[in-house]
């Protein structure tokens, strides 16, 4: 029988038989929402938060899970990053927002967190977990930042704990899931493709914010290869008519852009060389 207390995060180790169902996935994405939210600095613009809510929502209701209570949340930090929490909770850095040339690469990347929650992937790592501390690896799987000099969170984990992540097949599922979903609310998929050779060319000369992205989300020529094979698959759904960028976006990037220094000491933390 499964312990009733398997959704207890950061202080009970799971048993090997230990599943996770739905009910216990919406209290997970709500505890570390609210654990989240009161760490680091979370963005309050109504104009801001109005816009990804839009666009992360028109992403969302493309999967079997519309019907999730989505949250969207900005954080007001330099780190180039985005990750979801189980349950339909996505965190999108501005930095993330700001090095995003146009609105299908933001979208991109949201349509893959969108499909980490649309496919369970969270609640099927805590499952593979067994004796693993559950809060430890859902940092580990969900920001990646076990393995980061810093970023959005600090997490202070053992030896065993930073191999935790996604697997190899989750992020690929995400990346062809991503695509589907991104298509279907007529967006370009290219983005996501597009703006992963962009972090990987500006990798070698500004390594610091794309730090948290890489560890998180590895990437390199074979996954930008295996994305386009998807794009390429989908066949007569991709036309003229998916949207590439539209000047809401770039006043939303303008308005992100214009926001107060992040508080220290994200105000430091991969901030960029130069902003334009």
Known sequence: MRP?????????????????????????????????????????????????????????????????????????????????????YVYVTRGLIEQSDRLDALAGVMG????????????????????????????CTLTGMCRTLGGAIAVQVGTEAQTAQYSQRHEAEADSVGVIITT???????????????????????????????????????????????????GPSRGATLIQDTPEFRAFRDRVRALPLPPPPYDTLGAPARRQ
Do not use: M, Y
């Open 4 to 88: 009733s207390l398997c959704l207890a995060l950061g202080a009970l180790a799971l048993s090997a038989a230990c599943s996770v169902s739905e009910r216990d996935e919406l209290e997970i994405g709500r505890s570390e929402a609210a654990s989240i939210d009161s760490q680091v600095p979370v963005v309050d613009d109504t104009a801001i938060t109005q816009f990804v809510t839009r666009l992360g929502r028109s992403l969302a209701a493309q999967t079997d899970r519309a019907d999730l209570d989505w949250h969207f949340t900005v954080v007001n930090a330099w780190p180039v990053n985005a990750f979801a929490l189980p349950g339909g």
């Open 112 to 139: 893959h967190e969108v499909a980490h929650v649309a496919r369970r992937h969270t609640a099927k790592q805590i499952e593979k977990a067994k004796k693993q501390d559950v809060g430890v690896v859902l940092l």
């Open 184 to 234: 279907r609310a007529g967006i370009d998929p290219e983005g996501l493709p597009r703006f992963l050779e962009t972090v990987l060319a500006e990798r070698a000369e500004r390594p610091t914010p794309l730090e948290a992205f890489f560890a998180s989300h590895p990437t390199d020529e074979s996954r930008i290869a295996a994305l386009r094979t998807e794009i390429a698959a989908l």
